[in-house]
């Protein structure tokens, strides 16, 4: 036999088929296992530590001044009022925000909390 013979039996032969990768059930339970297992040490880590950003027994000291809404006013009438130099928009959405209020609505009465940038 020659050479080139040999070279062209090389080059002729069928191309070798990959086999596909089976896990058995033992693979699937050591795989999942091996996938869950740092999934659970975060959770974990992420629950034990969740306690160190609770807040202190004692409430905050906070004191805001008031005012109490007159007949026929409004807020922009009270953002005059209290706080003659600022932009009475910024005023209502800062009281608005600070109380927790649906608009700028108010009612006859009703005694709203103002922020303590605008106290004088």
């Known amino acids: 036999m020659s050479t080139n013979a040999i070279a062209d039996m090389q080059h002729t032969a069928a191309p070798v088929a990959r086999t596909r990768l089976r896990l058995t059930r033992r693979g699937r339970v050591v795989f999942t296992t ?56 910024d005023f209502i959405q800062d009281v608005v925000s600070l109380n927790a209020l649906n608009g700028s609505a108010v009612q006859a009465g009703q005694e709203i909390s103002i922020p303590t940038q605008y106290e004088h």
Do not use: K, Y
Request: with cysteine; aromatic share 4%; hydrophobic share 45%.
């Open 34 to 89: 091996l996938a869950a297992v740092p999934v659970l040490l975060c959770v974990g880590i992420a629950m034990l530590n969740g306690g160190q950003a609770s807040a202190g027994d004692r409430a905050a000291n906070v004191h805001f001044d008031t005012v109490t809404i007159q007949p026929g006013e409004t807020l922009w009438q009270v953002a005059e009022d209290t706080a003659p130099n600022s932009d009475p928009r």
